[in-house]
């Protein structure tokens, strides 16, 4: 007897349904034969499967059992399988009546050897994927701690389970398993983390350029030597940053839900990520990659920040790798099984001294490193990488007097109005465009909205001459600009606003000089 079930593969940040086929024969030897390009853990799910069905009171059959996983060009990955061939293996014993049920019904979920459910990964991209299939399939059985997640798809009906017993009562009309309704309106905001722009001593110009950033989503770099506080400054860019809309929200949960970094007491992300990998990070750890690729650093920093300290102590693969994200705003990885995109649209944040020994140009300590120590350090950064770095800017040392001071700093809640003022001015200019932040423009919106009167003109043609930039750079202080006049709150780019975006391509300046 042949009983179908659908459940679902994920691949990439999306879900792809799976038909599972399971026939049971009386010819032949007993044997469990699984087909379909099971990876290794989905073939062990013939043992979990075994195990399950028969510590859950039910009877496992002694025949030839073939299940199909469909279609059998997909790579099947994971132990998500393991409900549907359970239940299609129940089924076609008939110790589950068929009813219309199971006709419109989508199966996830691993089982332990006792028929217990584990949760699984990529719940939140297994919805959707139920939600856009035409088929008629509108239930989605998971397990209980994926079912929160789940729920936040509309248009399908989750039902959380427990274990195995479950949901054979369920389907023989003995137990009910309500749907799970989410509650959005009380989800609680993650409170944005205890680090605020008060806390930093000094560094108008450097929390200036931070403020322009989080206002335009522009990426930035701040060198200096050590303990100035560029890393206390790149940490608290997400203070200021806008919250994330319910869309957005729904993005980023769907991507760590992916990679298995969900946790299942937050069923929705609510703030913007930030993430901040060591040095010694792979490129397939920054950028994404396995046998079948999963994302890396720079997808789950999507619609957040990422955060690259010491920047040069990264290896060149790392360094060359993030060229594609920093200008696509995605990430196209290449494997023999598959070639997927994830979503990579983050801030790009880091620091870096500005020799090896840290103290080059600073007046208190003198440097000890060589010229060609001091050059073949700078050029682990190619032009190409820097180019893609819209801010640059010095965070020199301190005066004593500075950290001394008792004025209050300006507090990280105006900070964060002005930033909306500014990132709320650009939905209603790129309004229908598809895009969101000046970051973002291209050449026709640039060439639309980025307009320069005579005085402009003449000394973004001084700065492009005397800094020797490339067309690249000369676009982004372009885009720069339109950020700091929307934070002034001008309609257009003003020669003042050109002249502070300029001033923010420091490496230009020094690197020319030398």
């Known amino acids: 007897m042949i009983a179908k079930i659908i459940s679902c593969a994920v691949l990439g940040i999306d879900g792809f349904p799976v038909e599972v086929e399971v026939d049971i024969s009386g010819v032949g030897l007993p044997i469990f034969d699984l ?3 099971p990876d290794p853990s989905v073939r062990e799910a013939r043992e979990r499967v075994r195990s399950a069905i028969r510590n859950s009171g039910f009877e496992f059959p002694l025949s030839r059992i073939t299940v199909n996983l469909a279609p059998a060009d997909l790579k099947k ?3 998500a399988f393991d409900l549907a061939i359970a239940v299609g293996l129940l089924l076609a014993t008939e110790q589950i009546p068929h009813g219309e049920m199971i006709g419109r019904s989508m199966m996830v979920g691993e089982l332990s050897l006792d028929g217990t459910l584990r949760g699984v990964p990529g719940t939140l991209a297994i919805a ?10 509108t239930e989605l059985f998971v397990p209980s701690v994926n079912a929160a997640e789940a ?15 479950e949901l054979v009562s369920f389907l023989s009309g003995k137990k009910d398993i309500p749907v799970m309704v989410p509650d959005l309106e009380n989800l609680a905001t993650t409170p944005l983390p205890g680090l605020g722009m008060e806390e930093v001593k000094g560094q108008e110009n450097a929390k200036r350029a931070l403020e322009v950033a989080a206002a335009g989503s522009h990426n930035v770099i701040f060198y200096g030597p050590p303990g100035t506080g560029k890393t206390m400054l790149a940490r608290r860019l997400p203070a200021i940053l806008p919250e994330p809309s319910l869309e957005e929200m729904l993005e980023i949960t769907r991507i760590h839900s992916v990679a298995g970094k969900l946790s299942p007491d937050t069923p929705l992300m609510t703030s913007r990520p930030f993430r901040s990998p060591h040095h010694s990070s792979s490129a397939a750890g920054i950028i994404g990659g396995g046998k079948i690729p999963r994302p890396g650093e720079v997808s789950l920093a999507h619609r957040g920040v990422l955060f690259l300290d010491e920047l040069p102590e990264f290896t060149r693969e790392v360094l060359e790798s993030l060229r594609q994200p920093l200008e696509d705003r995605e990430v196209t990885i290449t494997r023999t099984a598959a070639t997927l995109k994830f979503p990579a649209d983050f801030i790009f944040t880091s620091s ?9 140009g600073d007046p208190r300590h003198a440097c000890r490193c060589s010229y060609h120590q001091i050059q073949r350090y700078r050029s682990r950064l ?3 990488l820097l180019d893609r770095i819209d801010i640059q800017i010095e965070v020199p040392r301190l005066d004593y007097t500075v950290i001394e001071a008792t004025a209050a700093p300006e507090s990280t809640a105006s900070i964060r109005a002005r930033v909306n003022r500014a990132r709320q001015a650009q939905i ?13 423009m291209g050449p026709r919106q640039v060439k639309k909205f980025c307009t320069l009167g005579k005085d402009g003109r003449a000394l973004a043609k001084q700065a492009f001459n005397r800094l020797g930039l490339s067309m690249r750079a000369y676009d982004r202080i372009l885009k720069v600009s339109r950020t700091i006049a929307d934070l002034e709150g001008c309609e257009n780019i003003e020669v003042q606003h050109l002249a502070e975006a300029i001033q923010y391509r420091n490496l230009d300046r020094e690197l020319f000089r030398e």
């Open 151 to 165: 729920s936040l798809i509309e248009g399908i009906n989750v039902r959380g389970v427990d274990n195995l017993a």
């Open 77 to 79: 990955e994971g132990p």
């Open 382 to 384: 190619s032009g190409p």
């Open 128 to 137: 959707s994927s139920l939600a856009n299939l035409n088929s008629g399939q």
């Open 428 to 440: 209603e200019r790129f309004r229908n465009l598809g895009i969101l932040t000046n970051s973002e």
């Open 352 to 360: 870096m001294n500005p020799c090896p020994c840290g103290n080059y």
């Open 35 to 37: 087909i379909g390009l």
